[in-house]
């Protein structure tokens, strides 16, 4: 026992030597700089962040489909085998009966004709084109009018506006998260703290009891239960020790941080507590201005336009086109000189939707239920917001009553405490009654501690429920 109340003394006189130590090296985090980090580093932030990025390029990419299209072609063609067509056997001369009365004129005249033979055959094959032939040209599209793209753009500016608001959510939610831990943390490193200094002052009424014994003041039964009670301290204390690191790692989790990355919160729980307790909600509350109501009044928006862009192709639509080419035909591989035949054309597309299989009408009442249920979940919202907010703030109230009713009783606990104590001392309290007392003392701050943190949180989530977080 000597030997480990050396040990511990020694390890108590060298512990701020090693904190000061480490403490050069920590990064001490304000709540508002952990919430920074968290938004910066949280990986659930970064991909709701790429689907902004996302979004925004599929907007572009609508507004591609209205741009002009431009495109480039070229062919080459080798005719192993000229294409060979059949016609009539005199679609290029004469009847054989017109050649032979020709022929009869020519015998007399003695003038040599001139005509294209036949061949008696019924029909001749001839072949048209050349062995190369080449073309390259370029064509324009344009698209002159579309009801449903002019709303498709609008529709898909507004689903750049739901991942933007989604992306501010995100980013209060993480928040939310950081924030109790944080809450979490300091309430650890509290109750680490509480029950180091409790654990201290039994372990000194201990050996001041060890002494009392030796000199036939006290019984051993009373200094087996004070051996007791610090028995139970030790074991208290590791067990919060474990807690503060757990609770530590799952706040550098959510930052973004290593695990093993060594940190220290600057905020006190005090400051932080009398805050709270001084926090004064604004009575006028704005749904509107709720991120939840916004997030909801963008999809009424976005189903709207979804709904028009159903309409919409009802209507005709309107292309126009340019096309410039130009061909080659070679009978050697030669494209050097010779002719090139152009073709230059211009013209509008015009499509008329008449009878679609009724597919079209099925189209447009989806669309129209899909709208009644976004704004059935709309009002759905604004009712749930209104509740929360009513509940927000009776349990803020609730809980800052607890708080103030455990801070004086805290007090008390400890006068009565003190009180106790010296009468220990003094031969007139049993340790029966010390003993009592101490747990009554520890079971107050537990409350206490508790109560804080139950203050804290209930500030946090009315400033949710008011979207002023």
């Not at 035909?329 to 939707?353: K, Q, V």
């Not at 709309?378 to 109230?397: H, M, P």
Request: aromatic fraction near 10%; proline fraction near 3%; glycine fraction near 6%.
């Amino acid at each position: 026992m000597l030997y480990r109340c050396v040990t511990y003394l020694s390890f108590a006189t060298l512990l701020p030597l090693f904190t000061l130590g480490q403490d050069a090296n920590l990064k001490a985090y304000s709540l508002r700089e952990a919430q920074d980090q968290a938004v910066k580093n949280n990986a659930q932030v970064q991909l709701v962040q790429l689907d902004v990025s996302i979004a925004e390029q599929t907007v572009k990419s609508v507004k591609a489909i209205g741009m002009p299209h431009v495109d480039a072609s070229g062919t080459f063609n080798h005719y192993i085998d000229i294409p060979t067509s059949v016609v009539p056997a005199d679609a290029f001369g004469f009847p054989d009966w017109f050649s032979q009365w020709i022929d009869d004129v020519a015998q007399s005249t003695a003038i040599d004709p001139s005509y294209p033979p036949s061949t008696g055959d019924e029909f001749n094959a001839v072949q048209f084109g050349s062995k190369y032939t080449s073309s390259f040209g370029i064509t324009l599209n344009q698209l002159l009018f579309d009801g449903s793209f002019i709303i498709g753009v609008q529709a898909a500016k507004s689903f750049v506006d739901v991942q933007t608001q989604a992306l501010s959510k995100t980013e209060i939610e993480v928040k939310l998260m950081v924030t109790r831990s944080y809450y979490a943390v300091l309430i650890a490193e509290q109750n680490v703290e509480i029950l180091k200094k409790n654990l201290r002052s039994i372990q000194k009424t201990y050996a001041e009891s060890k002494e009392l014994l030796s000199s036939g003041f006290i019984e051993q039964i009373a200094l087996d239960q004070i051996k007791l009670l610090v028995a139970n301290l030790e074991i208290s204390h590791n067990t919060a020790m474990e807690q503060l690191e757990i609770s530590k790692k799952l706040l550098k989790f959510q930052m973004g941080l290593p695990l093993d990355t060594e940190i220290s919160l600057s905020d006190e729980l005090s400051s932080l507590a009398t805050i709270s307790a001084d926090y004064i909600a604004d009575d006028r509350f704005s749904f509107e201005a709720h991120i939840d109501y916004r997030i909801a009044q963008t999809q009424v928006r976005l189903l709207q336009l979804g709904k028009k862009v159903e309409q919409f192709k009802y209507l005709p639509t309107l292309d126009g086109f340019f096309s410039h080419q130009r061909n080659g035909y070679r009978n050697e591989f030669d494209f050097s000189g010779g002719s090139w035949y152009p073709t230059t054309i211009w013209g509008l597309s015009l499509n008329i939707p008449i009878i679609g299989g009724f597919g079209q009408v099925a189209n447009l009442k989806i669309a129209g239920l899909k709208l009644e249920q976004a704004q059935i979940r709309q009002s759905q919202i604004v009712d749930g917001l209104k509740l929360s907010e009513s509940s927000a703030r009776l349990a803020f109230t609730a809980a800052l009553s607890l708080y103030l009713n455990q801070k004086e009783n805290l007090k008390l606990a400890e006068t009565i405490r003190e009180k106790t104590e010296v009468k220990f001392k003094e031969g007139i309290a049993s340790s029966m009654e010390l003993t009592q007392v101490e747990n009554q003392f520890f079971s107050t701050q537990g409350a206490y501690v508790q109560s804080v943190f139950s203050l804290l949180n209930a500030k946090t989530e009315l400033q949710k429920a008011l979207g002023k977080f």
